[in-house]
Nanobody, 113 residues
């Protein structure tokens, strides 16, 4: 079973940037659409960005123009570059292979105002 491990979260001031990483134990990016999700305090988990095996990206309106999803197939790693962070981006961020029950443990992002 494939494992996913997220990293790169932390505490940052509003307007700052972070890059999240999701390391996969196998090369699944050419098979599955991958997504970054987040769960904000008291909210349901929501899709933030997705990247198909054919490199088509999609973003939630709330992050469009600020976040960029990408991958490095050689490193089996998915990324989420987050710029112009806002306090409302504070959440635990998870990566997922669509259609599977494979989730990482999440990485906390906290944006202070």
């Amino acid at each position: 079973q494939v494992q996913l491990v997220e990293s790169g979260g932390g505490l940052v001031q509003a307007g700052g940037s972070l890059r999240l990483s999701c390391a996969a134990s196998a090369n699944i990016f050419t098979i599955y659409t991958m997504g970054w999700f987040r769960q904000r305090p008291g909210k349901q988990r929501e899709l933030v960005a997705s990247l198909t095996s054919g490199s088509i990206t999609n973003y939630a309106d709330s992050v469009k123009g600020r976040f960029t999803i990408s991958r490095d197939n050689a490193k089996n790693t998915l990324y989420l570059r987050m710029n112009s962070l806002k306090p409302e981006d504070t959440a635990v961020y998870y990566c997922n292979a669509f259609g599977t029950a494979t989730w990482g443990q999440g990485t906390q992002v906290t944006v202070s105002s």
